[in-house]
């Protein structure tokens, strides 16, 4: 997978990273992760072509982005911990979607002081 520059998301990550504006942070879900409230009662899902909002009535509501020909969605990580209430962030931990990763990256970073037998060191 060849990632694709966005300028908007150069920006938002500048800001997050220059000015510890760490909530503007973006998380990715499958689009999916909506079909538990279309058609339930209590809940509504609304959108144009790029910005959509997901709404308990008169309890909260959840704004996101529309990417990838409707096949992705992502919200500011802000918004998903001040907005999105804690029992619903299981459901939507199930749906997010990475670009490809390093496991091995990601494990030391669960365990900090773990050790990875993960090759030869080299230079890049």
């Known amino acids: ?3 694709r520059r966005e300028p908007h998301i150069e920006q938002v990550y500048r800001r997050a990273l220059q000015r510890g504006e ?14 538990k409230y279309r058609g339930a009662p209590a809940f509504a899902v609304i959108r144009t072509d790029t910005i959509g909002r997901l709404s308990r ?10 990417a990838a020909g409707d096949a ?18 299981e ?6 979607v990475t670009p490809p990763v390093s496991g ?17 060191l080299r230079p890049w």
């Not at 760490?22 to 079909?35: E, K, N, P, S, T």
């Not at 992705?72 to 962030?89: G, K, N, T, V």
């Not at 091995?104 to 030869?120: H, M």
């Open 1 to 3: 997978m060849v990632a």
């Open 72 to 89: 992705l969605i992502h919200a500011s990580l802000q918004d998903l911990l001040q907005r999105l209430p804690e029992d619903e962030r």
């Open 57 to 66: 009535q008169r309890v909260w509501s959840l704004d996101f982005g529309i």
């Open 104 to 120: 091995n990256f990601l494990r030391t970073q669960l365990a900090p002081g773990s050790c990875i037998d993960d090759g030869e």
């Open 91 to 96: 459901h939507w931990a199930r749906h997010v």
């Open 22 to 35: 760490h909530g503007l942070a973006q998380v990715w879900f499958d689009a999916a992760v909506l079909d």
